[in-house]
């Protein structure tokens, strides 16, 4: 059974770049159509989709987002790393890793099977 697990900063100042990884047991990242998503939820907000990696390491990102965004991985851990440059305070959310077991991609995220428990980011100076 695949488990995911974040881990981020807890608290990031204004203008910086903003760190969180997703560790994954239990499942190769590198199996064939596995899409690993980041989603976001600010405080009485609904989720916010940030972008995915496949199983081949290409990253797709939220266009909203995407001159900010990077999402990358590491196979010898198996574990992916969201970078989100310039944040603002709207930036505080709870930031999740989920699995998207689909053959085609998706962005909403009914179609992930598995998720993290969650890493909150506070911004603040």
């Known amino acids: 059974q695949v488990q995911l697990q974040e881990s981020g900063p807890g608290l990031v100042k204004p203008s910086q770049t903003l760190s969180v990884t997703c560790f994954v047991a239990g499942e190769s990242i590198l199996t064939n159509f596995y899409y690993w998503n980041w989603i976001r939820q600010p405080p009485e907000k609904g989720l916010e989709w940030i972008g995915y990696?496949?199983?081949?390491?290409?990253?797709y990102y939220n266009p909203s987002l995407r001159s900010r965004t990077s999402i990358s991985r590491d196979t010898s851990k198996n574990h992916l790393t969201l970078q989100l440059s310039s944040v603002t305070p709207e930036g505080a959310a709870v930031y999740y890793c989920?699995?998207?077991?689909?053959?085609?991609?998706?962005?909403?995220?009914?179609?992930?099977?598995?998720w993290g428990q969650g890493s909150l980011v506070t911004v603040s100076s």
């Open positions: 990696i496949d199983y081949d390491g290409n990253p």
């Open positions: 989920a699995r998207d077991p689909s053959v085609i991609p998706h962005t909403r995220a009914n179609y992930f099977d598995a």
